[in-house]
């Protein structure tokens, strides 16, 4: 039986550990996964760097500089031979969906498309009622701050976000059919639902839920099972929500284990609470 983490990190995501790949490799050796995808954070878009109006700090965030992409490569190529015959390990990316950067993003997907074998796209920037466009996921203050919302009308947040990952799926639709693709953290929204003391998704969102999972069977998509919430204090539960994760096994959507690890001790964090029977499709396709 494959025992797979889908989304990992390396010393590239600069808020990170600067552990080496070979540590988290061998962790994951350690803890009996045949098979580790290794999905550094693809460097955004120069133009979005340059109009970007959010903090400082998160200018960059976790993504790679594009001059460091070639060592990046070339780490993940070691590996891959340096641990052949103890684990299968996936060359990837997590790419930062960004509306109305959609060219520049496809064109350097299609960069990268000989050497990618999975590709995880997640949205962590959403444009906020100003257009600004700015991190949900930074920390508390500068969501409220672009997003007040979140405090009055959450709701309306929500919904500004599934739309935003409505649209990553339609992006996702237009890429090489050459590597996996993945949707990440699909309820990453609720990661300080605790601090704002978040409510649960409306009927309206539920009905953009549904369609949204509906988007991702269309395309064989998979889903990131990504259990990074559980540890953060503010949140407490996996993305997606158990509920959603129940409803994407019905449609028969391949849900693939996360740890989202971004230090090696974090790598195969709460497999356990994952079971083989929620990572399997109830319905094939």
Known sequence: MIKKDGHTHTRFSHHGSNESLDDYIERAISLG???????????????????????????????????????????????????????????????????????????????????????????????????????????????????????????????????????????????????????????????YQKYFNLPKFDDNNQLLIDDLLRQIKDNHFQLDFNTAGLSKPYNGETYPTADIVKKARNLGIELVYGSDAHETGVVGQFYNVITPDSLKNKNKY
């Open 33 to 191: 996964f045949t098979e580790y995808v290794v999905t550094e954070h693809a460097p955004l878009p120069t133009a979005f760097l340059n109009h970007f109006t959010g903090p400082s700090e998160a200018r960059h965030g976790s993504a790679m500089l594009r001059t460091e992409l070639p060592v990046y490569q070339k780490e993940v190529k070691r590996v891959q031979l340096k641990y052949v015959n103890q684990i299968d390990i996936k060359s990837g990316f997590e790419l930062d969906y960004l509306e109305n950067y959609e060219s520049e993003l496809r064109q350097f997907i299609i960069t990268q498309a000989d050497w990618l074998d999975e590709l995880v796209i997640s949205v962590h920037f959403l444009p906020n009622h100003d257009k600004l466009v700015a991190p949900i996921d930074f920390d508390p203050e500068t969501l409220v701050k672009y997003f007040p919302e979140i405090e009055r009308t959450p709701q309306v947040l929500f919904e500004n976000y599934f739309n935003t990952i409505q649209k990553s799926v339609r992006f996702a639709a237009t890429l090489p059919n050459d590597f996996v693709i993945r949707i990440g953290h699909m309820t990453l929204i609720r990661k």
